[in-house]
């Protein structure tokens, strides 16, 4: 199983990025993704969710209205759109899916927001 996050930077406030999360190695189409971040000195937390049926999301309050996760089962890869970025976005994000009581992880990717 592997899961490699890419599309981070360097974004001014207002600005957009696109972050994607490359999977392999199971079955892509099945699992609930989920993107996490965390700030420095913080914890990690929650950011969206997508899930495997259905292609319901779930946003964070934080991020409701500016995020947008989204998938390719074809190419299987896992997206986040990301608009109106606040210096508060500022954190490695991370991809994530839980399967059989274990979860996989990504190696992040680092968000800055900044002037």
């Known amino acids: 199983v592997q899961l ?10 207002g600005g957009s990025l696109r972050l994607s999360c490359a999977a392999s190695g199971f079955t892509f189409s099945d699992v609930t993704m989920r993107w996490y971040r965390q700030a420095p000195r913080k914890e990690r937390e929650w950011a969206a969710t997508l899930t495997s049926t259905g292609g319901s999301t779930y946003y964070a309050d934080s991020v409701k209205g500016r995020f947008i996760i989204s998938r390719d089962n074809h190419l299987t890869t896992f997206y986040l759109q990301m608009n109106s970025l606040k210096p508060e976005d500022t954190a490695v994000y991370y991809c994530n899916f839980e399967r059989g009581g274990r979860n996989y992880w990504g190696q992040g990717t680092q968000v800055t927001v900044s002037s």
């Open 4 to 13: 490699v996050e890419s599309g981070g930077g360097l974004v001014q406030p």
